[in-house]
Nanobody
Framework: QVQLVESGGGLVQPGGSLRLPCAAS????????TMWARQAPGKGLEWVSG????????YYADSVKGRFTISRDTAKNILYLQMNNLKPEDTAVYFC??????????????WGQGTQVTVSS
């Protein structure tokens, strides 16, 4: 079974930065897509970013493009989300996921427990 553990969340001021790591374990080698999604209070899951295992191309939601960067450490099996110039609307629980593709909504996908990010002054 796939197991994903996010961390690195916390309170940050608008304009600040955070880096979220996600450690993966289990039989994940057969799934090439990794991604981040978030859920704000009272809202549904919003896809944020995705990257394939080879790390060649990255994909981003319009709301975070130019501010967030997704990356992988394939040797240690860790997925990262670098978040810069954070805004209050970025406040949400952030989840890392594994699937065949790089967007949320696949027939088979796995998600971690999530880590809370709060952007407030």
């Amino acid at each position: 079974q796939v197991q994903l553990v996010e961390s690195g969340g916390g309170l940050v001021q608008p304009g600040g930065s955070l880096r979220l790591p996600c450690a993966a374990s289990g039989s994940t080698f057969s799934m090439h897509g990794t991604m981040w999604a978030r859920q704000a209070p009272g809202k549904g899951l919003e896809w944020v970013s995705g990257i394939y295992s080879d790390g060649v191309e990255s994909y981003y939601a319009d709301s975070v493009k130019g501010r967030f960067t997704i990356s992988r450490d394939t040797a240690k099996n860790i997925l990262y989300l670098q978040m810069n110039n954070l805004k209050p609307e970025d406040t949400a629980v952030y989840f890392c996921g594994k699937a065949w593709g790089v967007v949320a909504g696949a027939a088979e996908e796995y998600w971690g427990q999530g880590t809370q990010v709060t952007v407030s002054s």
